[in-house]
C-alpha cells in the first residue's frame, strides 16, 4: 500500500492566489481528515469527511478556506485567496474507523504534508 | 481554546537515559489517547495508545501513563535512543482526535 499520498509537497504561491492541495487516503479507508500543522497550534484539525460527506468543519479557520472529496480516492482543500498567515504545513490523514471502540481502530495514517508558503 | 496541551515545547536527554513526554487535557469525556511520532519533513505516524479505561500501557520502549485524577498523561521511553529524536504529539480522541502542541525530543549521543 503506497500510504496517504499529497501533492504537491511544496507550495510557493504570493499573496491573493488560488491554492488547491490534493490527497489520495488510503483504500478502504472511510474517513480523511485535513491538519494545519503551526508552532504555537500544533495539530488543528480543519474538516473531516466520512464516506466522502463533510461531517465536522468546524476548524475551517474562514471562509478562504473550502474542502472536497469527490469520490472515495479523492479530496482538496482550497484557499481562495491565500494570505500570508495560511503559510503552514497541511496534511491529510485517513483512517477505517472515526470513533472505533478499539483504541487502535481510531489509528489515523498520515500524508507526508504539503507546506505552504504564502508572500 | 486548547483542550490538549504539550507544556515543553522542546527536551533535551543523553542517550540511555529516560524521556518523559507530558501532556495535559481539559475534557474529561476522551475516550482515548494516542502519542504520535513525527519526524522532518515526514507525516506523524501512530506510536502508541491508551484507553481511558486503562492506567498504563506498555510498549517496548515506550510506556504510556494515564493519570485521569489529574488529566495527565505522559509517554516514557527507555532507554532513549538517537532515532528517537522527533516532534510528539499527543492527541485525544471523542470521535475525532484533538492534537497538542507537541514536543521536540532530542537525543545526544
Known amino acids: 500500500d503506497a500510504g496517504v499520498i499529497q501533492s504537491p509537497r511544496h507550495e510557493v504561491t504570493e499573496m491573493g492566489q488560488e491554492v488547491t492541495l490534493r490527497c489520495k487516503p488510503i483504500?478502504?479507508?472511510?474517513?480523511l481528515f485535513w491538519y494545519r500543522q503551526t508552532m504555537m497550534r500544533g495539530l488543528e484539525l480543519l474538516i473531516y469527511f466520512n464516506n466522502n460527506v463533510p461531517i465536522d468543519d468546524s476548524g475551517m479557520p474562514e471562509d478562504r478556506f473550502s474542502a472536497k472529496m469527490p469520490n472515495a480516492s479523492f479530496s482538496t482543500l482550497k484557499i481562495q485567496p491565500s494570505e500570508p498567515r495560511d503559510s503552514a504545513v497541511y496534511f491529510c490523514?485517513?483512517?477505517?474507523?472515526?470513533?472505533?471502540?478499539?483504541?487502535?481502530?481510531?489509528?489515523?495514517?498520515f500524508g507526508p504534508g504539503t507546506r505552504l508558503t504564502v508572500l | 481554546d486548547q483542550q490538549v496541551k504539550q507544556n515543553s515545547p522542546s527536551l533535551s536527554v543523553q542517550e540511555g537515559r529516560i524521556s518523559i513526554l507530558n501532556c495535559d487535557y481539559t475534557?474529561?469525556?476522551?475516550?482515548?489517547f494516542l502519542w504520535y511520532k513525527k519526524y522532518p519533513a515526514e507525516g506523524p505516524t501512530f506510536l502508541i495508545s491508551i484507553s481511558s479505561i486503562k492506567d498504563k500501557n506498555e510498549d517496548g520502549r515506550f510506556t504510556v501513563f494515564l493519570n485521569k485524577s489529574a488529566k495527565h498523561l505522559s509517554l516514557h521511553i527507555v532507554p532513549s535512543q538517537p532515532g528517537d529524536s522527533a516532534v510528539y504529539f499527543c492527541?485525544?480522541?471523542?470521535?475525532?482526535?484533538?492534537f497538542g502542541q507537541g514536543t521536540t525530543l532530542q537525543v545526544k549521543p
Open positions: 492527541a485525544a480522541g471523542e470521535g475525532k482526535l484533538i
Open positions: 483504500s478502504g479507508h472511510d474517513y
Open positions: 490523514a485517513s483512517s477505517l474507523v472515526g470513533a472505533g471502540y478499539d483504541v487502535r481502530d481510531n489509528e489515523q495514517f
Open positions: 475534557n474529561s469525556m476522551f475516550d482515548y
